[in-house]
């Protein structure tokens, strides 16, 4: 199902500080849930591809895929400077999705900056099977929001927070969260920084919830070869593994990730160095 | 149409090109993207006798052409290795060269006891390019003596069917001396070569990027590094299949290798830009070969050393 | 501002940046393109008791991220240089680092005793890293006993005054067993680290494409190899002043090599693409020092073992 | 005079397997000579500059540059796919140009593939000082000629030669120069391959001429400071020396290019290797 592509890119449009593309993905758009990410390959000098979260898929035209791009280092900067016409190699779709609840239950879904990116097209889902949506979009301050009017356009309710105070609700994606599972028995849903996601990680436990959340690991391969985009994971035998967030995850559920020990290997990991007098 | 099939150690593989170690985990992953049937065989991660988690994040470093990576081997064991990985390979027929690693010369030969009853295993790649915790840390193969050690338990330890190629590192004075060494204590091959050691510094933080401080560069940035090691270790053992690899990322680049003197390549960090590069490759190769006039791989092996074309 | 100055083996230098030797002849041909009294010094190409043709052509390699060279120390000897290369940098105020290379140990302590009654050395980059033709054509710092008696002659021939810098390969398993063998020697300070060995072979013709056969790497892509060089000896050496290089192309690259342990950079590949780099990456380097708070460069040498930025 | 800019591309037109590009060169076009250089940065993927002999400058509009590019490895292709509006970084005018005569002698211009490029102003400004200019145009077949018509107009007779007889005279361009220089005593100025620099120095030598002859010899730096792009060349002092063709060329006399030695260190060479047992 996941296939490589020469996709021709359909469009590239600046938001702010995002860009939104689309690129033609024949075969590709079909298999797409939200969750799922593509890896793309940028210019000659730089050898590893760039993952981004898939924001929507249409199946017209053959079939095509949106991401949001926050250019930031060259890959993604080459990126955006793409145009119409030009091809891109994809690959796609990766990763384990957001599981969608069976029943009709009420969701929240949090997105920290670009990490709405693939909320929306959750909501639309969750609400198709009746589930009641509500989404928080966060950001450090109002330039960096992404997708608020798309957000209301796909979701029951919209709450905004800045870090700043500069749009919305001045504080973090965690206080609407908290009052929202105060006042019911949601299904958690949150994509953005890891800072964000174990925020809302023990803001849910605190309430009972288990939130899903799509990480953010630096990845060389994207498909599950290297080994480079591992965090700490508890089993469901109890153990903790350094667990492939590119075909585990990118989501998981927060409790079974161990936020604070992300970027160390904790001593009780399966296989960890046994404490040594060097 | 140029041979595809190479002998190396005795044993015949389908094609020239081979997936490598660490790059293509146990090749299941690969299989979506190509047939895992057609090229050499599958080189698997490094596995050792127990489970190893391997180093703490950022495990990765972009650099120029390259990478840097610190993963530390992690990996499932080998009983967890036999029972999923090489049985998933042996079920849907892909060839098995295992790549093994330990600690100490023992933990080698253990591996190699173990190996020695599975009939899939066709070829061990013995990675001695990591740390030798009985000799302050330094890599087996950066000396010739724990180097030739390793080799030999394995190859005591493992039926002569089964060739052993010992996989060497470039950070050493003479790479040719430490072959040598290996094909004297019996190795059958050399896999040449690992990462070399690098390293890198975020400039904000001012701190080493890789959670394992140090890690080991790869891709088309080591390329003319591993071609000279693959030329210097064919000119003192003319007769001994090299296995050789580093920055290889098309056709052109596996036959700078043939002609400096391997007998079959391995794939590594482009496939991470392009999962079908093993195969990719082996079909330029094959189709330069035969642009060439070879009727085989091996009529062009180490052909730089005579001369060239003509 | 941060202080540009800084201060190697007891001599002041007007900026952290240096040409490296090889990549900038004796300096007067990248005199148009930018003021070679702002940086800190000129490192002239490596220079031999006679005059030397070199290699035959091809000598370079375009490879990624990288080239490879085998110029093979093509000079006019060191009585034309000093009349001709060096009172050119004299007359026009250049402060001067000259690089000198010898076949034999007594050749480097002869060029040393040409080199004492000249005023206009402010230092002495010895290198190291050229065949030993006593030594079955080794390079001298591929062996600690070789490496410590060129340094020993050049010390005991020059007047104290003067600093010597040891110029290391990195091809060997200890290059900080080279280091600290230098420095027992006399070395006041190394320079890390000259090309890595490599090789390229013509697809078409499938013969080596340099004169040469192999030749020295060098560039971008060598740089993470660079980088843990200067690491590892500094973290044996932390008092000893490292002038570190390798594919440094910006102020960011150079940073890395001051926080991993360096005292000053040189600039060599880089140069090819943009003649004044070596002015371009000092500016870069001491704006970067700047904003992170930095009042001098010696502040930041080596911070990457001590923490980095807190 | 030397100078480095980022030049803005003025016209990219493909003219069969050459193409021709322009380029702003503000304050550099002026101090052009015909035999001078430019060097070309590419990509980021690719650290080494690429050399190209300047065809012509104007002063116009602050001054622009035109070369020919014969698309071959990586550098050249990437630039023949830059257009109008982008960006190139330059460094021109580099190297040692051709001498004119100071007398109006008569003059044959001998051109090979792309090689022909800094001819047509040689022959404008041979022209102006009253030299009447002959110029031979050779290549491998007619394809790959380049610039008769633009030959014509800038001299008093064109001859053309394929090495296939595809276009003009079967042969190479030595059967008209040496019918010319049998004719005369004109000076000579070559550019072109190796090969037919080496033939058209000796066949001017066995007339009693001296060919000034624009070398290219595989450059890493192409200002002077690498050492790559030597050849074996005969000093004034009879010695002959490893010399750069970057700085003391591209165009040197042809009597002293140990030419058939080129790619060698002849034993003669002031510094070449003893010879070894070993
Ligand atoms: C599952 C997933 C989904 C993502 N979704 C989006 C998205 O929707 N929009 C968006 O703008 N960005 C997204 N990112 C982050 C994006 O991949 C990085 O910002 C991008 O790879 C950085 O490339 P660069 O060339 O700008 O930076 P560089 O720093 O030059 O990248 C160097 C290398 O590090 C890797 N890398 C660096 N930062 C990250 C990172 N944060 N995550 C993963 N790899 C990284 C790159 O892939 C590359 O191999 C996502 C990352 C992951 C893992
Ligand atoms: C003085 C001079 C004038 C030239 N004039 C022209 C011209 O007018 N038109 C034209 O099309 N070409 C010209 N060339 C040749 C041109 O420089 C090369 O074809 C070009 O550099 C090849 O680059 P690439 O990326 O296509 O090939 P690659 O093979 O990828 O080049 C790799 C490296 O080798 C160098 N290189 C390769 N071939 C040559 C060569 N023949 N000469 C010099 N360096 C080389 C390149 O600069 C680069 O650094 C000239 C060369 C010189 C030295
Ligand atoms: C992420 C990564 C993991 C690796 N893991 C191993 C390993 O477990 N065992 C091993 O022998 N080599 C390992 N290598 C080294 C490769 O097998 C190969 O020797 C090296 O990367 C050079 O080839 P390349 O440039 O094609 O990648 C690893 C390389 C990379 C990039
Ligand atoms: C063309 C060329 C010639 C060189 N010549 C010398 C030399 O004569 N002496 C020396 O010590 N190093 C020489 N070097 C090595 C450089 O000084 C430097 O150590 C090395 O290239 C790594 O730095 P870089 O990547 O910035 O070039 C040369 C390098 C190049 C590319
Ligand atoms: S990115 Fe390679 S295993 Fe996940
Ligand atoms: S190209 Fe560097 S010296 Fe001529």
Redesign the interface.
């Not at chain 2, 660490?22 to 985990?25: K, S, T, W």
């Not at chain 2, 891709?219 to 590094?225: N, T, V």
């Given at each position: 199902?996941?296939a490589?592509a020469d996709a021709e890119i359909l469009s590239v449009r600046r938001d702010g500080p995002y860009w939104q593309m689309s690129f033609a993905a024949p075969g590709i758009a079909d298999g797409f849930r939200p969750g799922h990410f593509v890896a793309i390959?940028v210019d000659d000098?730089?050898?590893?591809?760039r993952a981004f979260s898939i924001r929507s898929a249409s199946t017209k035209a053959g079939g095509a895929l949106q991401i949001i791009v926050s250019p930031k280092g060259p890959g993604t900067k080459w990126l955006v400077e793409r145009r119409p016409g030009d091809l891109i190699?994809v690959?796609a779709p990766l990763g384990k999705p957001f599981r969608l609840p069976t029943e009709p239950v009420p969701c929240v879904l949090v997105g920290g900056g670009y990490g709405v990116a693939p909320l929306f097209e959750l909501a639309s889902q969750l609400r198709a099977r009746g589930c009641p949506v509500e989404i928080i979009v966060g950001a450090g301050d109002a330039q960096r929001l992404y997708g608020v009017v798309e957000a209301r356009r796909v979701s029951d309710a919209v709450h905004v927070t800045t870090d700043d105070g500069s749009a919305g609700e001045h504080g973090r994606v965690t206080d609407p969260l908290r009052r929202i599972l105060a006042g019911g028995h949601p299904a958690v849903y949150a994509c953005g920084p890891m800072g964000m996601l174990q925020a809302v990680s023990e803001v849910s436990a605190e309430f009972g919830a288990v939130a899903q959340c799509a990480v953010e690991?630096?990845m060389?391969?994207?498909?599950?070869?290297?080994?480079?985009?591992?965090?700490p994971v508890i089993g469901d035998d109890g153990v903790t593994?350094?667990v492939r967030s590119c075909?585990e995850g990118p989501v998981f559920f927060g409790d079974r990730v161990r936020w604070s020990e992300?970027?160390?290997?904790p001593a009780d990991?399966?296989?960890?160095?046994e404490p040594r007098d060097d | 149409m140029t041979d595809p099939r190479v002998t190396l150690g005795g044993v015949d593989f389908a094609g020239p090109a081979f997936t490598a170690s660490?790059?293509?985990?146990a090749g299941r992953?690969?299989a979506?993207?190509f047939d895992l049937t057609e090229i050499g065989g599958v080189v698997t991660?490094s596995i050792m006798l127990?489970?190893?988690?391997?180093?703490?994040?950022?495990?990765?470093?972009?650099?120029?052409?390259?990478?840097?990576?610190s993963?530390g081997l992690?990996?499932p064991?080998i009983e967890s290795f036999l029972e999923n990985d090489l049985a998933w390979l042996t079920d849907h027929g892909v060839t098995a060269v295992v790549s093994i690693a330990g600690e100490t010369v023992d933990e080698f030969a253990q591996l190699a006891r173990i190996l020695r009853n599975e009939p899939a295993v066709k070829a061990i790649e013995v990675n001695i390019s990591c740390p030798n915790v009985e000799s302050r840390g330094q890599v087996f193969a950066?000396?010739v003596m724990s180097a030739s050690s390793v080799i030999h338990q394995v190859r005591r330890n493992i039926s002569s069917d089964v060739p052993i190629f010992a996989k060497l590192t470039p950070?050493?004075?003479s790479i040719a001396e430490i072959a040598l060494a290996c094909h004297n204590a019996g190795a059958d091959g050399l896999s040449v070569m690992n990462t070399?050691?690098?390293?890198?510094?975020?400039?904000?933080?001012?701190?080493?990027i890789l959670?394992g401080v140090?890690g080991g560069?790869s891709?088309?940035?080591?390329?003319?590094?591993a071609?000279?090691c693959v030329?210097q270790i064919h000119q003192v053992l003319p007769d001994v299949p090299i296995l050789g690899m580093g920055?290889i990322a098309n056709g052109?680049d596996a036959?700078?290798f043939i002609?400096?003197g391997a007998s079959a390549v391995s794939v590594g960090?482009?496939?991470?830009?392009?999962?079908?590069a093993p195969v990719r490759v082996q079909r330029e190769l094959l189709g330069?070969l035969d642009e060439?006039g070879f009727t085989t791989v091996a009529d062009?092996v180490g052909?730089?050393h005579r001369?060239?074309?003509t």
């Open positions: 199902m996941t490589q390959a000098a730089h050898i590893l591809r190699n690959i690991e630096s060389a391969c994207g498909i599950g070869v290297c080994m480079t985009c591992v965090l593994r350094m075909t992300v970027g160390t290997v990991t399966l296989g960890a160095p | 660490g790059c293509a985990a992953e690969l979506g993207f991660k127990r489970p190893r988690s391997g180093r703490p994040t950022p495990r990765m470093v972009e650099t120029p052409s390259g990478m840097l990576n993963i992690q990996g064991g950066c000396e950070d050493v004075t070399t050691l690098g390293m890198a510094i975020d400039p904000d933080t001012l701190r080493p959670g140090t560069l891709g088309p940035a080591i390329r003319p590094m071609v000279r030329w920055g052109e036959l700078q002609a400096a960090t482009m496939t991470f830009h392009d999962p079908s330069l060439r062009a052909i730089a001369g060239g074309l």
